[in-house]
């Protein structure tokens, strides 16, 4: 058995877990699908304060509290960020393995949102003044996103209108920081929007994301969507339960 705690991206809660989790349960696993700080259940708690710092201490508290140890920590997305600095300044010494669900962790002092092209940064950012109160980022259109996605149906696409809500843009803008403890983890990237070759090509050539190189670095193809929690979640669920450490 493996302790597994899942942790999503931005706009989404644990909910959007609960196929993987279900799948990971019945292999036998320990499962802790969570929701951060004002999203998925936690809505009701969402703030102008709310940063990356928040939603790392949800990370930690949720170890803290259910005593968790050898996990395997699983970050989707935005998450990425949000795993690699709970597991690197708070607790490298109870993670097994460190999962990146298309994502990647950025570089010491670099915030999610410089990780956007200039253009997507200034819609963000326009988005945020003009519907979100100055201080969230509304859940994107998801139909039109899944158009294009040969693997996403409507009940996903309802799925996410139903329940996903504007995220903290503060989670988006603090930067990380990171110790360096974390990269004697090994990590595995499960990629869906890009491959491989891609991201070695990318990690040569582009200093954010230097980080997804190396020999503590295995990756499995999954092409889906960006959500493949969503849309394809016995594949996820398989790679996550083989990539499970052994010893």
Known sequence: MTTFVLVPGFWLGAWAWRPVTTALRELGHEVYPLSLTGLGERAHLARPDIDLDVHVTDVVNLFRYEDLRDVVLVGHSYAGAVVTTAAADRMTDRVAQLVFVDTGPLPDGVANDEFSPPQERERN???????????????????????????????????????????????????????????????????????????????????????????????????????????????????????????
């Open 125 to 247: 950012a326009a988005m945020v003044a003009e519907h979100g109160d100055g201080w969230r980022l509304p859940p994107p259109p998801w139909a039109e996103l899944a158009a294009g996605a040969a693997d996403v149906d409507e009940s996903v696409v309802a799925l996410l209108d139903e329940r996903s809500v504007a995220q903290p843009w503060p989670t988006a803008t603090t930067p990380v920081r990171l110790t360096g403890a974390w990269e004697k983890l090994p990590r595995l990237g499960v990629l869906s929007s890009f491959t491989a070759e891609q991201v070695r090509q990318t990690a040569a050539t582009v200093p954010l994301c230097r980080h997804m190189a190396g020999d503590s670095w295995r990756y499995e193809e999954l092409p889906a969507w960006h959500w493949p929690m969503l849309s394809r979640p016995a594949e996820l669920a398989r790679i996550l339960h083989e990539a499970r450490p052994t010893t």
